[in-house]
């Protein structure tokens, strides 16, 4: 697996984020069109309707279906850098970090960790800026 850095860190599953949401919006744009034709053909719509309704559930099935994914993976992150940070530290993480903050700082070694945690509030800095400051990459490869 390649190492993991600040321009690569993002994960892309291209069966997933181009292969299932194109053949998705395939099935919509083909239900669509299924529709528009029984329309202009005056014939029953029911069955081009349940279609095109079945095409829009299958989009937020998979759309939902990775949000929820992530924003469980999220909630653990929050809780693995809370309990990194305790262990530390001897104190919980200051409750003026936004969620992005504490992801982003998972990429952060311990000996950069509690700086970055520190700047982030004090400057708020945004997820992005603190993924840049980091100089020793610690890797996520468990993300969703």
Known sequence: M???N???????L????YGVY???LAFIVGAARNLYLACEAKERLYVPVLLLLAGFILLLVATFSRWF??????RAIRAEENLRYFAIT???LDSKLRLSQIIALRFAPNNEFLDL???AVEENLSSKDIKAA???WRGDYHRV
């Not at 994914?69 to 999220?74: G, V």
Request: proline share 3%; hydrophobic share 35%; aromatic share 10%.
């Open 117 to 119: 945690a520190h700047r």
């Open 2 to 4: 390649q190492e993991q």
């Open 90 to 92: 001897g104190n919980l």
């Open 22 to 24: 194109s053949l998705i």
């Open 69 to 74: 994914a992530l924003r469980a993976q999220d």
């Open 134 to 136: 980091i100089q020793n």
């Open 14 to 17: 291209p069966y997933w984020h």
């Open 6 to 12: 600040f321009k690569n860190h993002s994960r892309i």
